[in-house]
């Protein structure tokens, strides 16, 4: 039935696009009734970005990415982060780690460590174009048939009015891997509009998301790599079993803005100043996770079996309506020492099931049912050159989480540094006192149940990053002091620590150019008091050194080589059945060099990389894995294309 929505609604996006491509003018604009007598206007392309924050509050503006720049890093797991801990296929499930870039972005548990490869409606770029605009993005390994790997993107957007646009995205990866059972398929479908003018601003969309990958539980020992088999034949712990995630999520987002207008003296017009807006956001997500085992009942990978050789599918079923009321009082740019409000009242209604008890040989199902109603507001100046900051808090007042704090707060301090006038200083901080997970306490299924009894874990949070852009310089350092640590435990179970825990970490990022050389370093020193219950590598490291020039003065060129690299830990373990990665004491990994060979292309709007990755396996000994038992691909060649228009 998933599927067949989806098909019914991706055709229908595709009926409905020419009508938009009519609707706004490609750069030329026919004027008057004479066939004989045209008017010609050129139209420039324009294309504007932005993403909602804070409940639709708050719009922050970002760039349309034309540099070719590191465009060879395509993969979602490792594009923003140093190091990661991670199963070896494109599609398969990884996480940070950076310990300050984790968190859930899915509102869901189990698909923390797929959430690089979803799109959710916090990631949603909103559009405003002057003429449409349309980006392919396609990338390729090199052997079709085998170990295939195939990336395909489209993202087309265009205006109906000034004002009104509509945005369709879809995405669809697949991935066979080196090793056995180890296939992939993620594709996103995703249909988003925003309409803005002076009184009204009126966002919503459309986003369906499926994962699906064979598990096939890690390599029975790590010494296999070295065993002088192919890699297609190295014994796994499994080749039955398959995960699969849906998620359906509809937004919407719509404030009506009170204000007045003022005389603007340099373009003569009246500009709308905006004083008060009312706010209402509502979002319902929908989850579906299937876990289908079908191995031999000789099979002892895991350790339980709860419902007997013959049960082979758990499938759980998880529900949020959120609905958030909100007002906002702006700030009024004119006075320098003015400031904005917010306050919002919201309720989250949450519904599902999950496999329950056996009775008389029946599976009985689970319900979950439960709900949460919460307030907030907040303070915030985000105009002017002295002082940026924001101040906001949210308590939870009843239900299931009630007694839940979030405060978090923001500091920066632009001024002129090294001859760069947007340098800045920026202070975070925050306090937390969060209720466990729902899935943290309670779970149901064939081979994992837990019924769990956590205290709400106390964190507070201090951060300080220093930013020059002109200079490609940023530096930066983080605190956590942590009461009642939640974390999954040797046992693949979610657990709690009543030791308090420091977590500590210092990252730096430079880039340095001399003529046509570019050479950019990235370093993370991060360190755990507690290393019995958060393993995390103390260093880790990203260099990257291209040549730069121009081949007929038209297709600029980059042809370099990167490596990642971090020190020897305890590297998390995976566990196919939950999706989660938790703690394991038997090997260390890491002290491995990562390294990728590429050319960066760029005609026009036109870029092309070609890279060959972890080449490192034709001529250094060592273990390649960041997940227990779970080997990094072996030296493989990519290539990527990605063409845009936008006039």
């Not at 000789?298 to 082979?312: A, H, I, M, R, V």
């Not at 007002?327 to 904005?340: C, S």
């Not at 919460?374 to 100046?381: C, N």
């Not at 942590?482 to 709690?496: G, H, K, M, V």
Request: charge should be neutral; proline fraction near 3%.
């Amino acid at each position: 039935m998933l599927k067949a929505r989806c098909f019914l609604f991706t055709v229908l996006i595709f009926m409905v696009l020419p009508i938009f491509v009519m609707a706004q003018p490609r750069g030329i604009d026919m004027e008057g009734e004479n066939e004989e007598q045209t008017a010609v206007k050129e139209v420039d392309s324009k294309v504007k970005l932005w993403s909602l924050t804070g409940n639709g509050a708050f719009k922050d503006s970002t760039v349309l990415d034309t540099l070719h720049d590191y465009n060879h890093i395509y993969h979602p797991v490792f594009k923003n982060t140093i190091s990661a801990t991670y199963t070896g296929n494109y599609g398969n499930p990884g996480m940070t780690n950076n310990f300050f870039q984790r968190g859930n972005q899915t509102n869901y548990f189990f698909l923390q460590s797929r959430q690089d490869y979803l799109l959710t409606p916090g990631k949603i770029k909103y559009i405003n174009t002057t003429t449409p605009y349309t980006r392919f993005d396609y990338s390729q390994s090199e052997n079709k048939s085998r170990n295939n790997e195939t990336r395909f993107n489209v993202v087309h957007s265009q205006n109906v009015t000034p004002f009104w646009n509509w945005t369709f995205r879809t995405n669809q990866e697949k991935s066979d891997g080196q090793y056995t059972a180890q296939d992939a398929k993620n594709n996103f479908v995703a249909l988003n509009t925003s309409y803005n003018r002076d009184l009204w601003n009126i966002y919503g969309g459309f986003i369906s998301n499926s994962v699906k990958n064979s598990e096939n539980g890690g390599l029975t020992s790590d010494t296999v790599l070295f065993s002088g088999l192919k890699a297609e034949y190295w014994p796994v712990h499994l080749s039955e079993t398959r995960s699969k995630f849906n998620s359906i999520n509809y937004y919407t987002t719509a404030e009506y803005r009170i204000g007045t207008y003022d005389f603007d003296p340099v373009d003569s017009v009246d500009v709308f100043r905006p004083i008060l807006g009312i706010i209402y956001s509502f979002e319902h997500d929908r989850y579906m996770q299937q876990f289908r085992d079908e191995e031999d009942s000789t099979n002892t990978f895991f350790e339980n079996t709860y419902y007997g050789d013959d049960y082979t599918t758990d499938e759980i079923k998880y529900r949020r309506i959120s609905n958030v009321f909100q007002l906002k009082q702006y700030e009024n740019p004119t006075r320098k020492y003015t400031f904005g409000k917010r306050a919002y009242l919201g309720y989250d209604l949450y519904r599902g099931s999950t496999p329950g008890v056996q009775v008389d040989s029946v599976h009985r199902r689970f319900d979950i049912k439960y709900s949460n109603l919460y307030v907030g507001g907040g303070i915030f100046r985000e105009q002017g050159r002295f002082w940026l900051w924001n101040f906001d808090g949210k308590v939870n007042l009843a239900g299931r989480n009630a007694g839940e704090i979030v405060l978090n707060g923001m500091i920066a301090k632009p001024f002129k540094f090294w001859g760069d006038s947007t340098a800045s200083m920026t202070f975070t901080g925050s306090f937390e006192n969060r209720v466990p997970d729902y899935f943290q306490e309670t779970f149901r299924s064939n081979h994992f149940q837990w019924d769990n009894n956590f205290d709400a874990e106390q964190r507070i949070t201090l951060g300080a990053k220093f930013r020059v852009p002109q200079r490609k310089l940023e530096l930066a350092a983080n605190y956590a002091a942590i009461n009642n640590f939640l974390y999954t435990n040797t046992e693949a179970i979610p657990d709690q620590t009543s030791n308090e825990m420091l977590v500590m970490s210092v990252y730096a990022d430079k880039d340095f150019n001399y003529r046509r050389f570019h050479f950019r370093t990235r370093i993370l020193w991060q360190k755990a008091s507690e290393e019995r219950y958060l393993h995390l590598p103390e260093w880790s490291a990203f260099v990257n050194t291209f040549y730069q020039f121009t081949i007929s003065k038209v297709l600029f060129t980059q042809i370099g080589a990167d490596v990642r690299y971090n020190t020897k830990y305890y590297a998390d373990a995976y566990s196919p059945s939950t999706g989660l990665f938790y703690l394991q004491n038997e090997e260390k990994y890491g002290d491995y060099p990562y390294i990728d060979i590429y050319a960066n292309l760029r005609l026009k709007r036109t870029r092309v990389f070609f890279k060959w990755m972890n080449i490192g396996t034709n001529f250094l000994n060592g273990t390649y894995m960041t997940t227990h038992n779970y080997p990094m691909p072996q030296a493989t060649f990519r290539l990527g294309v990605s063409w845009a228009w936008y006039d």
